[in-house]
């Protein structure tokens, strides 16, 4: 049985996560299992996720998925090297994954290679890594010039979030030495955060600004119908939208009790820790204090993980790989995979909350910080009679035992 590997998301799931299932369903093979490594309740862009992961990992089992899984949630806020390490790692590490399939938009499998071989030219960017963030630049850009000035065409890739990513995954497949065999498939519809839909493949962000302003009945035409019922549902349950402005008086109460130094812990002992700190005293809202904290070398989505890291207290020290295997929902093929996964994966596995108090000692304490974070996430539900805690002991996977797509 072939199983690919995919790091996902889908927040929420929309007509562009089928489009790539079914592109890599059509290379594969119909038989073909899918393991999604899923992000938690929080996203890379620094946020909450606008719907609660199970219901995330249900829609994506009803619409092809076999199998997810939760990405570790230090890995959930880092930026691509971090989240793709974590995501890389944990596929790794369930030792029956056969390949990876990602969607790129240069979807060039060499030169995708080629440009993360650049990137880690045994430290020879170094020097005009760190003149090139001297001068404002963020990291991002800033490795993006220095493998232009060796490669033009391998350094253009940065300039495309979804290329960044590629990049990152096959660095850590690389670094792994890891036999998971990638695929590049070429994203398809809206770019990574436009507001306008194309042939019907909407940008997660702009389905995310739907729902904030209320319009759900917007999103039915760009979600597959089986995302789009278990968003209606859980939408009617006051389960969703999730909001981070719900948060806002909790997350500045405590923002304003940390120094310049407790925020460095938190990943950013580069000087932003000080234009963080002036920001949270002076402005009175999370949005307010990131616009003004943001620079060309301080990228909005870092400022927001930073933060989000300091209110859950989630150092930075905390590596992005994964101490356990959290299982999200369960698709057609998921039994068949979960028993292999048994055989070959070194990891502790929970599917059932039972098995998170079975735990050893030594991974207690990530255990502790996965389920406050989810106590802090279900604050923002819009249901005043949901905000309850302890959900991380309590729910259990979806079970689909077939696609209705």
Same mark, same amino acid.
């Given at each position: 049985?072939?199983?690919? +590997? ?60 076999? %199998?997810?899984?939760?990405? #570790?949630?230090?890995?959930? *806020? ?8 974590? +995501?890389?790692?944990? %596929? ?150 999730? *909001?981070?402005?719900? *948060?806002?008086?909790?997350? %500045? ?94 990891? #502790? ?9 079975? %735990? ?46």
């Amino acid at each position: 049985m072939k199983i690919c +590997g995919i790091i996902a998301e889908y927040n929420p799931f929309h007509n562009g996560h089928l489009h790539h299932l079914a592109q890599t369903r059509a290379l594969l093979g119909p038989d073909t299992a899918f393991v999604c490594a899923m992000s938690s309740n929080y996203v890379q862009r620094g946020d909450l996720a606008i719907l609660e992961k199970y219901h995330r990992a249900n829609a994506a089992v009803q619409c092809g998925a076999d %199998l997810v899984v939760e990405m #570790p949630l230090s890995a959930c *806020l880092w930026s691509a090297s971090g989240f793709a390490w974590g +995501g890389i790692s944990l %596929l790794h590490a369930l030792g029956c994954v056969t390949h990876l399939s990602f969607g790129a938009e240069q979807a060039d499998l060499a030169l995708l290679q080629r440009a993360s071989a650049l990137s880690r030219a045994d430290g020879s960017h170094a020097q005009s890594l760190r003149q090139a963030m001297a001068g404002g630049l963020s990291y991002a850009a800033a490795m993006q010039q220095a493998v232009q000035a060796t490669d033009p065409a391998a350094g253009a890739l940065f300039a495309s979030p979804n290329n960044t990513l590629a990049i990152e995954y096959l660095s850590a497949l690389d670094t792994l030495g890891s036999a998971i065999q990638p695929l590049a498939i070429p994203r398809a519809g809206s770019a990574h955060d436009s507001d306008t839909p194309q042939d019907g493949l909407p940008s997660a962000s702009y389905l995310r600004s739907l729902l904030a302003r209320g319009e759900i009945d917007a999103c039915r035409a760009l979600m597959p119908p089986a995302s789009f019922a278990v968003l209606q549902q859980a939408t009617q349950q006051g389960e969703a939208p999730v *909001l981070r402005a719900a *948060l806002d008086t909790a997350m %500045l109460a405590h923002l304003r009790r940390l120094t310049p130094a407790d925020l460095a812990g938190y990943g950013c002992s580069d000087g932003l820790e000080y234009r963080l700190w002036e920001a949270i005293r002076d402005q009175t809202s999370f949005a307010a204090v990131c616009t003004a904290a943001q620079t060309r070398r301080y990228p909005l989505a870092r400022v927001r993980r930073v933060l989000l890291r300091a209110w859950l207290g989630l150092p930075q020290s905390i590596p992005p790989e994964g101490r356990y295997v959290r299982v999200l929902a369960i698709g057609p093929r998921g039994r068949a995979v979960l028993r292999r996964m048994k055989e070959t994966c070194p990891l #502790p596995l929970i599917v059932k909350p039972v098995a998170s108090r079975a %735990l050893a000692d030594e991974l207690q304490p990530a255990l502790a910080r996965d389920a406050l974070a989810d106590d802090l996430y279900a604050l923002a539900y819009p249901q005043p009679a949901l905000r309850v805690g302890g959900g991380h002991f309590r729910k259990t996977p979806y079970f689909c035992e077939q696609t209705t797509e």
